[in-house]
Nanobody, 119 residues
Framework: VQLQASGGGLVQPGGSLRLSCAASGSILSINTMGWYRQAPGKQRELVAGITSGGSTSYDDSVKGRFTISRDNAKNTVYLQMNSLKPEDTAVYYC??????????????WGQGTQVTVSS
């Protein structure tokens, strides 16, 4: 299962960006999808996650500013990021886990997309 992320870029503090990540391949189900980020010199951390039923979770640092959503028909997850801060600067990775058509499970990562918040 492959994940293709897009939507990163350079934005001023207080601005907004929307990330997208589309899954493709031999997919039977996508149980969970999420967004992680990794800043220079730091470990990768979970930003937001969403289940197939639509339940969401967020890191405290982004609550009220970021919104995760998914379109199950398109196998796509989104991350709407508002009120961006310089500390949100990082490479953002999407993640998906579920089952392939043949019944085996998978956990896949996207290629990463750079988000830079700077004036």
């Amino acid at each position: 299962v492959q994940l293709q992320a897009s939507g990163g870029g350079l934005v001023q503090p207080g601005g907004s960006l929307r990330l997208s990540c589309a899954a493709s391949g031999s997919i039977l189900s996508i149980n969970t999808m999420g967004w992680y980020r990794q800043a220079p010199g730091k470990q990768r951390e979970l930003v937001a996650g969403i289940t197939s039923g639509g339940s969401t979770s967020y890191d405290d640092s982004v609550k009220g500013r970021f919104t995760i959503s998914r379109d199950n028909a398109k196998n796509t997850v989104y991350l709407q990021m508002n009120s961006l801060k310089p500390e949100d600067t990082a490479v953002y990775y999407c993640n998906a886990a579920g089952y392939r058509l043949m019944g085996t499970n998978y956990m896949s990562w996207g290629q990463g997309t750079q988000v830079t918040v700077s004036s």
